[in-house]
C-alpha cells in the first residue's frame, strides 16, 4: 500500500508541475526578480529555456510508467520514488518561489532537484534495461532533467546570491562566471563517468552551455564567458566520447 501511494504521488507531483506553468505563468514577472541585479554574464540565450517542454512531458512518460505493470516490475522505479517525487515537487516548488518569493529559496530548491534527477539517472543507467521502455521513460526524462537543471543551479545562484550580499568571494562578475561554468562542468563531468557517457545527459549540458555562448556573444560580454563556455563544450564531447569508445 505504502509503495502505490508513493507512485500515485509521483504521478500526481508530475501532473502538477506540468500544469503549474500553464496556468500561473512565474515567468511574466517573477523572472524580472531574478534578474534584478547586474547580469550573471552566463545565463543562457532564450530559446534554450524551450527545454522544459520535452522535460515535463518526458516526466509525465515516467509518471505513467512507474504505475504500469512493467514499471510497478522495474526494481529501479521503487528505488528513485522518493527522489522523482522530490524533483517533481521542487520544480512546483521553485517556479512559485520565483514568482511569489522567497527568492533566496530558488537556488537551494534547484540545487536539490539536479541532485535528485542525477541520483534517478545514475540509478536507471546503473540496472541493466530489460527492454526499450527503460531507455525511453526513465533514462530520457532523468538525462534530460539532470543536465538542465546542473547547469541552472549555478546561473540562478550567480544571479540570485548577489541581491542577497553574496560578493562572488570578491571576483568581479565574469571571473565567478567563468568559475561557475567550470564547476558545472566537473559535476557534469561525474554524471557522465557513474553513467558510462549518457548521451542524452551530454546533449542537454552541450545545450545548456551553447545557449550560454550564443547569449554571450549576443550581449557583447566578457570574451572570457564565451571561451569557458566553448572549453566546457569541448570537455563535455571529449569526454563522452572516450567513456563510450572505453565501454564499446
Not at 37 to 49: D, L, M, R
Not at 126 to 154: D, E, I, K, Q, S
Not at 182 to 187: D, F, G, N, Q, S
Amino acid at each position: 500500500m505504502n509503495d502505490w501511494i508513493l507512485r500515485i504521488g509521483v504521478a500526481a507531483a508530475a501532473l502538477l508541475q506540468f500544469a503549474f506553468p500553464i496556468f500561473v505563468n512565474p515567468f511574466a514577472d517573477g523572472q524580472d526578480a531574478v534578474r534584478a541585479g547586474p547580469a550573471s554574464q552566463i545565463e543562457p540565450a532564450g530559446y534554450a529555456f524551450a527545454i522544459w517542454g520535452p522535460i515535463y512531458l518526458l516526466a509525465l512518460a515516467y509518471a505513467l510508467y512507474q504505475l504500469l505493470p512493467i514499471g510497478r516490475t522495474d526494481p529501479v522505479t521503487a528505488r528513485i520514488a522518493p527522489a522523482a517525487l522530490a524533483l517533481y515537487l521542487g520544480s512546483t516548488l521553485w517556479l512559485s518561489a520565483v514568482q511569489w518569493g522567497p527568492l533566496w529559496a530558488t537556488m537551494p530548491i534547484l540545487a536539490v532537484m539536479a541532485a535528485c534527477a542525477s541520483f534517478a539517472l545514475i540509478a536507471a543507467v546503473a540496472t541493466p534495461a530489460p527492454n526499450a521502455w527503460r531507455f525511453w521513460t526513465m533514462t530520457l526524462p532523468f538525462a534530460l532533467y539532470a543536465g538542465w537543471t546542473l547547469c541552472a543551479t549555478f546561473v540562478n545562484i550567480a544571479e540570485v546570491a548577489p541581491q542577497f550580499g553574496f560578493n562572488r568571494f570578491g571576483l568581479s562578475i565574469p571571473i565567478y562566471g567563468v568559475m561557475s561554468i567550470t564547476a558545472a562542468i566537473v559535476l557534469a563531468a561525474f554524471v557522465l563517468w557513474r553513467t558510462h557517457g549518457e548521451l542524452a545527459f551530454a546533449a542537454t549540458v552541450a545545450w545548456a552551455l551553447v545557449a550560454i555562448l550564443i547569449a554571450a556573444q549576443m550581449r557583447g560580454y566578457d570574451p572570457r564567458i564565451m571561451i569557458a563556455a566553448a572549453v566546457g563544450l569541448g570537455v563535455v564531447v571529449l569526454a563522452t566520447a572516450g567513456l563510450k569508445l572505453r565501454t564499446a
